[in-house]
Each structure stands twice: as C-alpha cells, then as structure tokens.
C-alpha cells in the first residue's frame, strides 16, 4: 500500500511536502488549485507502466487510444509550463503481503539468504527539454 508522495515542479506544484496517504485520503482546496493533477500522477505512472513502448520515460497518453489521463505535451507537465524543467516526484510503499528477495548462491538454484522487503521508497528526476526527456536520477530506497 503507498504509504506517502511527494512533488516538485509537477503540473500547478512548484513542491509538495511529503503527503501522508491512509486506506482514505482526502484533498481539499480551492476549485484549480491542482488536487487533480496530484491523482493523474499516480495514473501516469499507471499508464508508463501498462504501455508497450518501454523507450518512454513517461507515457503521456493519447486521446484516441483511450489513455487514462492524456496529458499532452511535456510543457503541460512543467511547472509554469516553462522548459527546460526538472520534475521530481517520490513514493513509499509498504507491501501488502510479506515480500522477500531470494538472493542465491552462484552456479546454485538454492537460496542463500531470504530477506523480507520492509518500507521502500522510488524517487526520480525527469529532465524536460524542447527536444527530450530522459531520467536523471531514479533511486529506490529498501
């Protein structure tokens, strides 16, 4: 289960802090203050995830093949719709059953060592340019 998020220079966020997230989770503001665009995050990735062309740092979406959130163009991702931009965003999850990492002897189909997952978190930067947009940085914290 996501156990918290967080946002920079994401959509109408120049920073989130680290938002808390519960089996129940409510945002509340002001009509267009961005509560939507922290949800479309987490359908984006959705979406980068379900799609055939693993090239894409982040799958945008379309409109005619029924995306989960067609975002656009990457300036539509950017903070003040200003490129170049650096966006970050992270995540922490606990699992919801007991996960374990098998690490196995070389040249061995047994297992040396079982270690269970606790808490882990993925964080990323996302250069944007006119022309691209690759990975920066992606760290995943266990």
């Given at each position: 289960m996501f156990t918290s998020f967080s946002a920079s220079s994401y959509k109408a966020w120049r920073?989130?802090?680290e938002i808390a997230l519960a089996p129940i989770?409510?945002?509340f503001g002001p009509n267009s203050s961005g509560?939507?665009?922290?949800?479309?995050l987490f359908l984006l990735l959705k979406q980068t995830v379900q799609s055939?062309?693993?090239s894409k740092v982040l799958d945008l979406g379309d409109?005619?093949?029924?995306a989960l959130v067609p975002v656009g163009s990457w300036q539509n991702l950017c903070f003040g719709r200003v490129l170049p931009r650096e966006i970050e965003f992270s995540f922490s999850w606990t699992p919801v059953h007991r996960t374990t990492v098998e690490i196995l002897e070389p040249e061995s189909d047994t297992a040396d060592e079982v270690i269970p997952l606790p808490e882990s978190t993925y964080a990323t930067a996302i250069h944007i340019s006119?022309?691209?947009a690759f990975t920066r940085r992606l760290i995943?914290?266990?």
């Open positions: 920073a989130t802090d989770t409510g945002f509560k939507t665009s922290l949800l479309q055939a062309d693993t409109d005619s093949a029924g006119e022309l691209r995943h914290v266990g």
